[in-house]
């Protein structure tokens, strides 16, 4: 049974929440100390977090930021701001996904599930095909369950990192899922509607500007791994992992 954390300090609000939660089967869990969150979070380890952005003493961007320290768990937040910056803030500070109040609970749900499968279920993607770099053949990506490769960049799935060179870095659930979508296809042109139903389920629900903003933040992961043009934007189509931006720095 999944478990949910819900860190809400409105009693009522979090009160439904928790029992949607266990409506649907999930063992769920409200925040109580909200001046000393980790013990609690650690205590029940949840495989995901419902956070507000209003709490007292800490605000849930500071929260959101503590937890990716320790966990790569999936984070929805739910707050009454609606504002475009407040969601863009909520995603740079490592939240997965955003829902604004009064709560669609159905939808709430939909994204709750959605993301517990793409987590903690199975994910596939097709083969590479093979491909050559300036003439020459390249190793297309190799899958061994716990680990893709396409060329020298590595992505270790089961602990959430990427690897160049010796040099690793750890990536958000968003971003390892960006980032598997491009090595599993390197060199071709992956469009901006795959990468959202990789994502997301209910892409009907998502602002193109989300995606844009994890496709930010996994170049800024590979950039600190010495890789700042491996991702290309394809205008008026996709993104693609290019092979020649990692030949550039042989």
């Known amino acids: 049974m999944y478990k949910i954390f819900i860190v809400e300090d409105d009693d009522k609000i ?132 716990h680990e893709l490769a396409a060329g020298e960049l590595k992505l270790h799935l089961s602990r959430n990192e990427a690897e160049w060179r010796g040099r690793r870095v750890e990536l958000t659930k968003n971003e390892i899922l960006l980032a598997e979508c491009l090595l599993r296809k390197p060199g071709h042109v992956i469009s901006r509607e795959q990468l959202l139903e990789a994502l997301w389920d209910d892409v009907q629900f998502v602002d193109d500007n989300t995606l844009t903003v994890n496709v930010t933040r996994l170049r800024k992961k590979l950039e600190e791994l010495g890789l700042p043009k491996v991702v290309e934007t394809i205008r008026g189509q996709g993104y693609k992992l290019s092979l020649e931006g990692m030949e550039e720095r042989q």
Request: proline fraction near 6%.
């Open 14 to 145: 979090a009160s439904i929440l928790a029992g949607k939660m266990e409506q649907y089967g999930y063992v769920a869990a409200a925040a109580t100390n909200f001046r000393d969150l980790m013990p609690q979070l650690a205590a029940f380890d949840p495989q995901l977090v419902l956070l507000d952005i209003n709490l007292p003493y800490f605000d849930g961007y500071y929260w959101c930021r503590q937890i990716r320290m320790r966990s790569s768990m999936p984070i929805i937040f739910i707050s009454a701001r609606a504002g475009e910056m407040d969601q863009v803030m909520a995603l740079e500070n490592g939240g997965d996904d955003y829902i604004t109040k009064p709560i669609a609970l159905e939808l709430l749900m939909a994204k709750v599930r959605g993301a517990l499968r793409r987590v903690y279920g199975e994910y596939a993607a097709p083969a590479a095909t093979a491909l050559t770099v300036h003439g020459q053949p390249v190793p297309v990506a190799e899958d061994t369950g």
